[in-house]
């Protein structure tokens, strides 16, 4: 046997042992932990990683070795078995997955829909990791980048005004309309004339309030609509409602709060994979709460 030949063949057979190698430990459960993953998290959000966040592993081990991720905007208990199916044991969630902003679960127990979704994640050896705090802090944030891609709004975005955006005027209902097909959201209240033409935007992803979040934008008389995810009726609601009472040209679109930060954890699947190479990685849509009811008339 010539030299290139057996060259060519042992070469082949490393390949093929390493290939096997891989898929054995794939099988077995992956090449990093979920504590691994998390690390390597804190390592690129570009900024210190906070003492008092809610961002930790809310659920499993962090030694579990992952076979693959899910991202998602909230991890109920529809997302983490559709992550099982799909051979994901790490989930990355924006939200809580426990019901409080703490993800706190000494309460629950004895709740059977708590224990239901405890043990479904124990038994199916998952990890469930809440990325909350620092995907927000990031420069840029990583909600509002995803948001800003999924609708297209790059161009029309402030560069002097994050979460502002300026477009030729669009009456609300034609603004409202495509914001609807784009984020395919089936749930959103829209607040004001449907005529009144839309120039300046203020949107503001997830939950709001009218203090301090939002009194000073929404008083602004260049800004003709204020978008977000979810609010109190008895605070931003009533405001711009007082607003165009008073003959103030003002409108309020309230998409629901996971339809207005999920593209924002779509994006994250996509960051993540830049520096998590060793497991596949796939955004998990949560579904829409909520669906509406048209009486008859």
Known sequence: MDITRRFLLIAGATLAAAGSARALQQADGGSITAGQVVERIRNKVGIPW????VDRIVAGDADLRVKGIATTMMATLDVVQRAAAAGKNMVITHEPTFFSHQDSTQELLKDPT???K?????THDMAVFRFHDHWHLMTPDGIATGMTQQLGWNKHADANNPGQFVFPPTTLREFAATMATRLDAHSMRISGDPKLPVRRVSA??????LMPDLIHTAARPDVDLIIVGETREWELVEYVQDQIA???NKALIVVNHIVSEQAGMSYCAQWLRRFIPEVPIEFIATHEPFWQSHPSR
């Open 118 to 122: 405890s043990d479904f994640i124990a």
């Open 204 to 209: 503001s992803w997830g939950y709001a309030s």
């Open 246 to 248: 008073s003959g103030a």
């Open 50 to 53: 906070m003492t008092d966040t």
């Open 114 to 116: 708590f224990r239901f």
